[in-house]
């Protein structure tokens, strides 16, 4: 497998490592999202996007919600020009009724309840920070979580 990873969207030009974004749509057999929501990502794959994806290629989004137009996106799987999708977030959460993604009975879309990131290792760690935490502020041992704490 070789892995590209994008460049944003606008860039004026490309840092070390990273693929113009374009190119990637293009090139890629699965994309997967892992960027946050803001105003230079909010519909990051639309219907152009799309457009320039293979015919067989398959979208990922476990970052945000919105990142995707989800009419768009309904609309291509329903007309074959993307292979298909798997979505752990929609645009709205908790998820709403009229949702098109929620709507749509498609068999090349997996839609699941925003649980991507909660494997048995990812809760395991989590328990174990918590039990750090405790067991420093039992001690009164500042950490990262201290209010007021600087980091170095």
């Known amino acids: 497998m070789r892995i590209l990873t994008a460049e944003?969207?606008?860039a004026t030009s490309v840092r070390e490592g990273r693929t113009p974004f374009d190119e990637v749509l293009e090139q890629s057999d699965v994309i997967t999202l892992h960027c946050s929501l803001n105003d230079e990502t909010k519909g990051l794959i639309g219907a152009r996007e799309r457009g320039q994806m293979k015919?067989?290629?398959i979208l990922i989004n476990t970052a945000r919600g919105g990142l995707v137009n989800e009419t768009a996106l309904v609309e291509a799987l329903r007309e074959a020009r993307i292979g298909g999708a798997g979505f752990d977030v929609l645009s709205n959460e908790p998820p709403r009724q009229g949702n098109p993604l929620l709507a749509?009975?498609?068999?090349?879309?997996?839609v699941t309840?925003?649980?991507a990131w909660a494997s048995r290792e990812a809760m395991?760690?989590?328990?174990n920070q918590l039990v750090q935490h405790l067991e420093a502020f039992v001690r009164g041992e500042p950490n990262e979580c201290s209010p007021?704490?600087?980091k170095s």
């Open 113 to 115: 309840p925003h649980i």
């Open 104 to 110: 749509a009975d498609l068999p090349n879309l997996i």
């Open 8 to 10: 944003r969207r606008h």
């Open 55 to 57: 015919r067989s290629a």
């Open 148 to 150: 007021g704490r600087k």
């Open 124 to 127: 395991m760690s989590l328990a």
